[in-house]
């Protein structure tokens, strides 16, 4: 069965810092993943996604995620945060060919500082 | 602009008495979902339908029940059978599924209480 781990429940950074936002996955094979972004109240809005091809992947807003078959690991990062970046973040994993469903991380809750 | 349409934004609801959910999309996908989310909890699956007249259980579907009568439309019956109802309700929609390019699309989801 896949499952999705973020190791990190809350983060905080300093307006201007860069992010990391960790995520690692777990499936027989190469899979779908998404990192999606939920203010508070809110859908979830998807910011990027991989599916093959090159493992970097660039999004929306600025963010971008970086596939490492040998890790496991589909980390989304971003260059200089910004306030408005503040917001929950759930990466997801869905399997290649399953005609089927997602499996998302716990989340992690981003707090930027003034 | 195409999108998914979640209504109420707020709903209460007394114990015992069923609830019905409303999800409405415009965005021409096949499959839908729904999924409950809780504090610190992530999204848990309830039921997903890929094609009209089809669906299937997720992760938590007891006390659950869903319909999918017409292609834009999946709502969500809580029902009384459901423990613990009070949560954060989302649904979502993507093209057909096993497609490359398959991504959720969200609703602005549903907040119930039970009171």
């Known amino acids: 069965a896949q499952s999705v781990t973020q190791p990190d429940i809350h983060i905080t950074v300093s307006e201007g810092a860069s992010l990391e936002l960790r995520c690692n996955y777990s499936y027989g094979a190469t899979p779908y993943l998404f990192w999606y972004v939920q203010s508070p109240g809110q859908g979830l809005q998807l910011l990027l996604k991989y599916f093959s091809g090159d493992t970097l992947v660039q999004g929306i807003k600025g963010f971008e995620a970086e596939f490492k078959r040998s890790q496991s690991s589909f980390n989304l990062r971003k260059p200089s945060v910004h306030w408005s970046d503040a917001a929950e973040y759930f990466c997801?994993?869905?399997?290649?060919?399953?005609?089927?469903?997602?499996?998302f991380g716990d989340g992690t809750t981003l707090t930027v500082k003034p | 602009d195409g999108g998914i349409t979640q209504s109420p934004k707020y709903l209460f609801r007394k114990e015992g008495q069923n609830v019905t959910l409303s999800c409405e999309q415009n965005?021409?996908?096949?499959?839908m979902y729904w999924y409950r989310q809780d504090p610190g909890q992530g999204l848990r699956l309830i039921y997903y339908s890929q094609i009209v007249n089809d669906f299937q259980k997720g992760d938590i579907a007891e006390g659950y029940s869903v319909s999918r009568e017409k292609k834009e439309s999946f709502p969500l019956t809580v029902t009384s059978a459901q423990k613990n109802p009070t949560a954060f309700y989302l649904c979502a929609s993507s093209i057909s599924p096993g497609t490359s390019g398959r991504a959720e699309f969200f609703g602005p989801g549903t907040r119930l209480t039970v009171l």
């Open positions: 997801a994993v869905a399997p290649f060919t399953n005609a089927g469903k997602s499996t």
């Open positions: 965005l021409n996908h096949d499959a």
